[in-house]
């Protein structure tokens, strides 16, 4: 199969696309961003990595650090972290916090805002600097030791942050946070405010594809969370859209509102797009159409 043709095809196909939808401005630094710019890039589990369009140029990865703060804690505590954190779906915007009351404090999922906060206060418990955790990871596994913070983004959204800041404390009046809600919130917004490229993305996050083998070769995950990490981003990764995701596309993934979802191909590959124009859910419109017709043209989904 020629995969760099094909992907090279598929940009150019959704790239009409990308003047649909909007890019997301209540993180004000995010609003700025050009919506034309498009990238994709495929890194095959064992090696081979292609792309096309702006698959080199660093955006900021917002939610889809919680894939790896997700994995980092349960690499540190197995699975533990279920007891504070459910993986349902909640059929909810990424940032609704209307069933945190009816669920006790109890998060539907670690991928949505919410659950993601209780994620972070783990990761910094267990490692002291859950943002430097993260980043240490995306670097070793991108196997891009630039990888870095955006101090303009993350400083952006802590300004405009008064939801998280809102759940945040919620989380702690259940006593479902271990740390000062003001150091979670830090280390949330400085763990969403990373940039990397698809290319970056696509390294990083190849584990997935390994059976939680890490890009040097020794087990990061064992293979039955590797599977579970996947589970999760199939159902709750895409939020409300998690559904037509899983329909259209048919792959464990997870998107972020800086435009980016990375989408896992067991055993095969792990695929990322980037494009900032968003749908109504909060994912890359272009990037999904994309996903869906290189999976459909492949058949490379789980179904
Ligand atoms: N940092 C963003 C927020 O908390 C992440 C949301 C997202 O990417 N869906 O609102």
Same mark, same amino acid.
Not at 50 to 77: E, N, R, T
Not at 234 to 243: E, I, N, S, V
């Given at each position: 199969?020629?995969?760099?043709?094909?992907?090279?095809?598929?940009?150019?196909?959704?790239?009409?696309?990308?003047?649909?939808?909007?890019?997301?401005?209540?993180? =004000?630094?995010?609003?700025?961003? =050009? !919506?034309?710019?498009?990238? $994709?890039?495929?890194?095959?589990?064992?090696?081979? *990595?292609?792309?096309? +369009?702006?698959?080199?140029?660093? /955006?900021?990865?917002?939610?889809?650090?919680?894939? /790896?703060?997700?994995?980092? *804690? $349960?690499?540190?505590?197995?699975?533990?972290?279920?007891?504070?954190?459910?993986?349902? !779906?909640?059929?909810?915007?990424?940032?609704? $916090?209307?069933?945190?009351?009816?669920?006790?404090? *109890?998060?539907?999922?670690?991928?949505?805002?919410?659950?993601?906060?209780?994620?972070?206060?783990?990761?910094?418990?267990?490692?002291?600097?859950?943002?430097? &955790?993260?980043?240490?990871?995306?670097?070793?596994?991108?196997?891009? !030791?630039?990888?870095?913070?955006?101090?303009?983004?993350?400083? &952006?959204?802590? #300004?405009? +942050?008064?939801?998280?800041?809102?759940?945040?404390? /919620?989380?702690?009046?259940? @006593?479902?946070?271990?740390? !000062?809600?003001?150091?979670?919130?830090?280390?949330?917004?400085?763990?969403?405010?990373?940039? $990397?490229?698809?290319?970056?993305?696509? %390294?990083? &996050? %190849?584990?997935?594809?390994?059976?939680?083998?890490?890009?040097?070769?020794? =087990?990061?995950?064992?293979?039955?969370?590797?599977?579970?990490?996947?589970?999760?981003?199939?159902?709750?990764?895409?939020?409300?859209?998690?559904? #037509? /995701?899983?329909?259209?596309?048919?792959?464990?993934?997870? &998107?972020?509102? @800086?435009?980016?979802?990375?989408?896992?191909?067991?055993? %095969?590959?792990?695929?990322?797009?980037?494009?900032?124009?968003?749908?109504?859910? @909060?994912?890359?419109?272009?990037?999904?159409?994309?996903?869906? #017709?290189?999976?459909?043209?492949?058949?490379?989904?789980?179904?």
């Amino acid at each position: 199969m020629d995969i760099q043709g094909t992907i090279e095809e598929i940009v150019a196909m959704v790239a009409p696309l990308t003047s649909y939808g909007e890019v997301a401005s209540y993180i =004000p630094s995010l609003g700025r961003v =050009p !919506p034309e710019n498009f990238g $994709m890039c495929v890194a095959m589990a064992d090696g081979a *990595v292609y792309g096309a +369009g702006d698959w080199q140029k660093p /955006f900021s990865i917002q939610s889809i650090s919680k894939v /790896f703060s997700l994995a980092l *804690v $349960m690499s540190y505590d197995y699975d533990s972290i279920w007891v504070r954190v459910a993986r349902e !779906p909640s059929g909810n915007p990424f940032n609704s $916090m209307v069933q945190l009351e009816a669920d006790k404090g *109890v998060p539907r999922n670690p991928f949505i805002n919410a659950g993601a906060l209780v994620v972070t206060d783990r990761l910094l418990s267990l490692t002291g600097d859950a943002a430097a &955790s993260v980043r240490g990871l995306l670097r070793k596994e991108s196997g891009n !030791p630039t990888v870095d913070i955006d101090p303009v983004a993350a400083a &952006s959204e802590a #300004e405009h +942050g008064h939801r998280n800041a809102a759940m945040a404390h /919620f989380l702690a009046s259940y @006593g479902n946070l271990e740390n !000062p809600v003001g150091l979670v919130l830090e280390n949330y917004f400085n763990q969403c405010a990373l940039e $990397m490229s698809c290319e970056d993305l696509a %390294r990083a &996050s %190849r584990f997935l594809s390994r059976d939680g083998v890490s890009s040097g070769g020794t =087990p990061f995950l064992m293979p039955d969370q590797s599977k579970r990490v996947n589970a999760v981003m199939l159902t709750c990764g895409t939020y409300d859209a998690a559904g #037509e /995701f899983a329909y259209r596309v048919g792959l464990p993934g997870k &998107s972020g509102v @800086g435009g980016g979802i990375v989408a896992i191909v067991p055993g %095969r590959c792990s695929i990322t797009v980037w494009g900032p124009s968003l749908d109504s859910n @909060g994912n890359s419109l272009a990037g999904i159409a994309a996903l869906s #017709e290189l999976t459909t043209r492949t058949g490379w989904s789980v179904f």
